[in-house]
């Protein structure tokens, strides 16, 4: 079995160049990404991603379809602010479902299951994509979306390295039209608290006329990258998939007899430059460098242009609390250079193969107290296999940590409550 990956776009036609001359086997079946914001939303703020016409989206969908990749357009949001439970909000909803059918979006990918009853009563020639902010973990989960007849779903991040669930959920859609997806390159923090209340956050800050439409403090990422530079080893319990253990992948579903199984390549947020790093990598399946050169790191190194653009220069709304306007983020994510080698994280993945207890112990990456670790131990319930993993794979300049920590210290507790 050869894996198949959707990755993301950010409407630069060079990208799709890029992939058709490198993907000779058509390993990249699609690509998935949305306007600046719209009437539902979705899953990234719209300051972060760049200005895109309707009639420039149809112009990059008919360049896909030329070179024989699918695309998925994002309507999803964690939240729709209760829109598709009115009649108002209903028919707003499918006027813009329909004006993207007349386009020929092939995918829609959504995390309501009232947007999944509408689109395929509505739109049925679309197939539809449940996102991770469904938080389908279970195979009860599956099957529930199984009955709206969706046809492929997106699995809790945290799902990506847990091969024996993965195992019974691919022998489970075996012989059905659902196909299973998971993330491989996000850095979002082990179990993260902080999801629920993002998710929800880039929700608003993606849909047309929200207040936080041109202005959004992502609050969560920032606090989130804090803790991960503050500990590194964060970084390794981070729910990746390197491009060198894709090949567990296709053997599970070998394994399995299940083929209907793909890799999702973010970000939408990166440039032509990153996408096209990303894409190469997977179908090579293997990096020679920093892990993070991969990864959904958030650097001003590799972003799209929204830092230097004019309107992130300019004063904040009326009620936001920074009074040095967004500027702000390009001084926090001027972050210090953190190496993870990535060829040194070889045989990492031996060990979620075999036993997966993740969601069984306290991860000592997590700095619990010398007491806490003390009796948690004790139990049998601590685990500190990432935290050696890291030992074995990252370097960083100490002093340059510790600087960075000093002045974006200063700048989160200037905006946190």
């Not at 703020?45 to 699918?70: R, T, W």
Request: aromatic fraction near 10%; charge should be positive.
């Amino acid at each position: 079995m050869k894996m198949k990956y959707s990755i993301a776009t950010n409407f630069d036609e060079k990208l799709i160049e890029a992939i058709a001359k490198m993907d000779m086997e058509k390993s990249i079946k699609s690509v998935f990404g949305k306007l600046k914001s719209d009437a539902i939303g979705g899953g990234r703020p719209a300051m972060f991603l760049p200005e895109v016409s309707f009639q420039k989206l149809a112009d990059y969908i008919q360049l896909c379809h030329k070179n024989g990749i699918e695309f998925n357009y994002l309507l999803n949001p964690m939240c729709l602010g209760n829109k598709e439970l009115t009649a108002d909000g209903q028919k707003e909803i499918i006027k813009f479902m329909g004006e993207l059918a007349d386009i020929k979006i092939d995918w829609f990918t959504i995390n309501s299951p009232a947007l999944a009853r509408i689109a395929k009563r509505k739109f049925p020639q679309i197939k539809i994509s449940v996102g991770v902010h469904a938080l389908v973990s279970e195979l009860q989960h599956i099957k529930n979306w199984e009955n709206l007849d969706v046809d492929e779903i997106t699995l809790q991040m945290y799902l990506s390295r847990n091969f024996p669930m993965l195992e019974r959920m691919l022998n489970y859609t075996k012989g059905t039209k659902v196909g299973l997806r998971v993330f491989a390159n996000t850095l979002c923090l082990h179990n993260c608290s902080y999801r629920a209340s993002h998710s929800t956050g880039q929700s608003h800050a993606s849909r047309t006329g929200d207040p936080t439409e041109k202005y959004y403090l992502d609050v969560n990422t920032m606090t989130c990258t804090y803790e991960k530079i503050k500990n590194p080893a964060h970084l390794i319990a981070a729910e990746w998939i390197r491009p060198e253990d894709v090949k567990h992948y296709e053997r599970l579903c070998e394994k399995t007899g299940n083929n209907n199984f793909t890799i999702k390549l973010v970000e939408r947020t990166k440039s032509t430059e990153f996408l096209i790093r990303v894409a190469k990598a997977y179908l090579d399946q293997s990096y020679d460098g920093n892990l993070l050169d991969l990864m959904l790191w958030p650097s001003v190194k590799s972003p799209l242009a929204i830092l230097s653009r004019k309107e992130a220069q300019t004063m904040p709304a009326k009620d936001m609390p920074l009074p040095e306007g967004f500027k702000i983020f390009k001084e926090y994510y001027t972050l210090p250079e953190i190496n993870i080698e990535n060829k040194k994280l070889d045989g990492f993945f031996n060990k979620f193969i075999e036993t997966f207890d993740c969601t069984e112990k306290v991860c000592e990456v997590f700095q619990p107290s010398k007491e806490q670790i003390a009796q948690t131990d004790k139990k049998g319930l601590l685990c500190s296999y990432c935290k050696i993993w890291a030992q074995k794979s990252i370097s960083y300049e100490q002093s340059a940590v510790d600087g960075w920590l000093e002045k974006s210290g200063t700048i989160l507790n200037s905006i946190s409550y």
